[in-house]
């Protein structure tokens, strides 16, 4: 893994990042507006990549206010200044409002404080106004440093030296309200803080048969309250950008008291804090409370949220989407020129690109003038089309339809899950349950996988079967790695007495297997000539022609939060090493996410093969490191990365070659990493996506019931999966040349390209490929996605 001088405050720059040196270049890094959980994380990683290419990286206390005041609030940051934030919420170098800093008069004070220090770029961390502020700053650069000359407080020379201003932005806001990236630092944290309490409410509710109206932040955007509505199965929601129709208190007050009548004990409705009726009127949750309590009698109670959702630790997701960007940032200043304009670094799908902030904030305000304009359509295509897909998926899900006037397709669908447990496999059937049943199908659950297919244990399922799964962990139909292979006469006399005319299969490698031999044994058994196709669900993240799979997120956030607690356990006895075993069989995704995303000092991968000089080298890092202020190491290991050094191996090689300098520690997180409540990605990934191979599975079955249609070409048996931005169909056939089947991992991974950037904020030489970084390019408004999901979705 390298080298590293760990006595000097930078480290050489390779070869490859020459042509981007810092050398001789200040940065300036400051936190602006509200706070939002991953602000740290994105310092650390600007202050790290700017002294590894050789800059000098200065924290700007209190954001524009310490930039105004100058002295004390500007100071050079080294190495060890941002060791231990990562797992921080809020912001380590303050953020204020600061009226100054909007006077011209205010911002000639901040430029003669950065130009004495030399600082001409400008990383900003915070919402659209304190990037627009930045933008304006930059823009009267050149004019206040001529006045500052007139004025005699700098000198020619040093306006001259210092002539132009970069800016790049990066965008920290919990309310995702921001045009042109998918995600927002914070969002998805803030997602985690709502669904933990929504979790903690529906015990008390259920217990007592109530009605919770819960509100939550996003005063002129609903992200918040759609995404938790979305990931929670809430019985209403209320949006800034679509408010209800005319009407709304009848269907609202009509919907609850059905479901009480169902024996459904508990209702839950969620308020976005701008909420606003269609003559822009505010909705308060003490007036829906009122409502329902006087049009039901219900036993009501509001929740209001509050600055709960900006607090905790932020997930795994906002540290690892925080870490990229700063180095992004870094990279984007190095690049600039006096003609680069301000820009934002933005995430598409899996990339960072830069885009022009000036649009950006355009795009934004555009937003919330349609809302002004009472033009709610326009408000809800101008937030992108993830936005209007998970509204879209929502209302299917959550509006129960009256199965009378549902136009009968005579097709039966069978939903099967296959391979190990993963969070979010529940939320997955729900969603192909209830969009099936929408769109004329009878539904049927298989049990217990292919050996539950095989013994018959398949039964119709209904709308209100799967009431309160999204937030279910494990798997309700049981699961099991049984391939059908042995089965396969069995399974194909189920189908036939069952008459299933498709199967959507929810699973992880085992799934695509199966699959593989179902698509070979058409020759054979006619049964299996339907459409069938597979969602990847497994905490391994491995399974070929998809760059996500649901349960993936959940373990993460499960391996991050236990580094937390490990590395915090350290605190107190100093010099101490831990070796963490994670799961994912030969797939080094969880070691490696998870190593970027609580600051490991290494992990050790199947994909990147290490001999023992390298373990001699990390174990060398390690004993230097103990000689700083950071007297702790955390080190992870994929359980199948090598056959020989083993856990144990390593645990033991560390202790016998720290003696003296660190002792060592052990831990197998096991199957803990497979447990537990599905983490908001993964319910709204789960839900999202099972819908739409539902749709596809639709699509194949019109027109073929009565006909006799025979489903044999390749395109009808198929894995659903995300690639890059794109939601693609691929046959199961064609993955196999994209598979290493020997190892059960595809032969390309997306993440490996991330795997240069754990090094580098760890203080290692390590070869970054810039050319993956992102480049400036156009706003393409309304192509913007959500937790690195497809627009389509």
């Known amino acids: 893994m390298g080298d590293e001088d760990s006595s000097s405050s930078s480290i050489s720059l390779p070869k490859y990042l020459e042509h981007l040196s810092g050398d001789g270049k200040a940065i300036g890094v400051l936190t602006s507006g509200g706070d939002a959980q991953g602000m740290n994380a994105a310092v650390r990683a600007v202050v790290r990549m700017g002294i590894y290419v050789g800059a000098k990286v200065y924290f ?6 310490g930039m105004v005041d100058g002295g004390s609030n500007i100071v050079e940051a080294n190495w060890e200044s941002v060791s231990s934030i990562l797992q921080v919420g809020g912001t380590i170098i303050g953020s204020a409002r600061c009226q100054a800093f909007r006077s011209r008069e205010g911002r000639l004070k901040a430029a003669c404080n950065l130009v004495r220090l030399g600082i001409t770029n400008l990383c900003v961390i915070g919402g659209d106004g304190s990037l627009t502020g930045a933008n304006i700053f930059r823009k009267e650069w050149n004019g206040l440093l001529e006045e500052l000359v007139q004025n005699g407080e700098i000198d020619k020379d040093a306006a001259q030296k210092h002539s132009y201003l970069n800016v790049v932005g990066m965008v920290g806001s919990i309310d995702n309200d921001f045009c042109g990236t998918d995600m927002t630092i914070g969002t998805d944290s803030a997602l985690h803080r709502i669904i933990e309490v929504i979790d903690a409410i529906m015990t008390t509710a259920q217990s007592h048969q109530r009605t919770f109206v819960l509100e939550v932040m996003g005063r002129h955007c609903g992200y918040l ?11 209403w929601v209320f949006l800034p950008e679509s408010p209800p129709e005319e009407g709304w208190e009848e269907n ?31 909705i308060s949750s003490e007036k829906i409370k009122e409502l329902v309590v006087k049009q039901l009698g219900f036993d009501t109670r509001v929740t209001i949220l509050g600055h709960v959702q900006r607090g905790g630790t ?22 600039a020129t006096p003609e680069t304009p301000a820009c934002v670094v933005s995430l598409r799908g899996n990339h960072a690109v830069r885009l022009p902030l000036v649009e950006c904030v355009q795009l934004t305000q555009d937003v919330q003038k349609a809302m002004d304009e009472r ?44 391979g190990a447990p993963a969070a979010g496999m529940n939320a997955a059937v729900r969603s192909a349950v209830r969009v099936g049943i929408a769109d004329g199908h009878r539904m049927f659950a298989v049990y217990d996988g292919f050996d539950g297919f095989a013994k018959g244990q398949v039964k119709e399922i209904t709308w209100g079967d799967v009431g309160g799964w999204t937030g279910q962990g494990g798997s309700i139909l049981g699961t099991k790695r049984t391939l059908p292979g042995t089965y396969l006469e069995k399974i194909a006399e189920q189908i036939r007495s069952h008459r299933i005319n498709a199967l959507l299969i929810i699973g992880g490698f085992e799934a695509y297997l199966g699959l593989l031999e179902l698509a070979a044994a058409r020759e054979k058994h006619e049964a299996f000539c339907i459409p069938m196709v597979m969602v990847p669900a497994t905490v391994s993240n491995n399974v070929p022609g998809s760059d996500f799979s649901i349960g993936a997120d959940t373990a993460l956030n499960t391996i991050t939060d236990t580094c937390d607690r490990i590395k915090q356990s350290a605190s107190g006895t100093k010099r101490r090493v831990f070796i963490i075993e994670t799961m994912g069989g030969y797939c080094g995704y969880l070691a490696n996410m998870g190593g970027l995303a609580s600051g490991a000092d290494a992990a050790y991968i199947f994909e990147e093969p290490f001999d023992i000089r390298d373990l001699q080298s990390n174990v060398e890092h390690l004993r230097d490191k103990m000689k700083t202020s950071i007297q702790r190491g955390l080190v992870l290991r994929n359980e199948s990365c090598n056959v020989n050094y083993t856990t144990d191996f390593i645990y033991q090689l560390y202790s016998e070659e720290g003696k003296g300098v660190f002792d060592c520690r052990k831990n197998v997180l096991g199957h803990m990493q497979q447990g537990g409540a599905p983490s908001p990605f993964d319910r709204n990934f789960g839900t999202k996506i099972s819908a739409r191979a539902m749709d596809w599975i639709t699509e194949k079955l019109k027109g073929s019931q009565g006909t006799g249609k025979k489903y044999v070409s390749d395109d009808s048996i198929c894995v659903l999966g995300i690639s890059k931005r794109d939601l693609l169909f691929q046959p199961v056939v064609e993955l196999r040349e994209k598979a290493d089947l020997e190892h059960r991992i595809p032969k390309e991974q997306w993440w490996l390209k991330l795997r240069p950037l754990m090094k580098i904020l760890a203080k290692y030489k390590a070869s970054y490929d810039v050319s993956d970084s992102g480049k400036l390019e156009p706003l393409q408004q309304n192509q913007d996605t959500a937790y690195g999901e497809p627009a389509a979705i």
């Not at 309250?225 to 019985?235: F, K, P």
């Open 375 to 418: 033009r709610f359509k326009d408000a809800v295509q101008l937030r992108g089309r993830s936005f209007e897909g998970n509204l879209k998926t929502y209302k299917r899900l959550a509006m129960k339809l009256h199965e009378d006037k549902i136009s009968k397709s005579n097709c039966n669908v069978a939903v099967i899950n296959v």
């Open 60 to 65: 700007v206390y209190e954001g524009y206010q």
């Open 252 to 282: 609202m007050c009509l919907k609850l008291s059905e479901n009480r009548a169902q024996k459904k004990r508990l209702n839950i409705i969620i308020v976005s804090e701008g909420a606003i009726d269609s003559q822009n009127r505010p």
């Open 314 to 335: 932020p997930s795994a997701f906002d540290r690892i989407l925080a870490s990229r960007m700063g180095v992004e940032a870094v990279i984007a200043l190095l690049e």
């Open 225 to 235: 309250a759609l995404g938790s509505a979305l990931a929670c199965g809430a019985d």
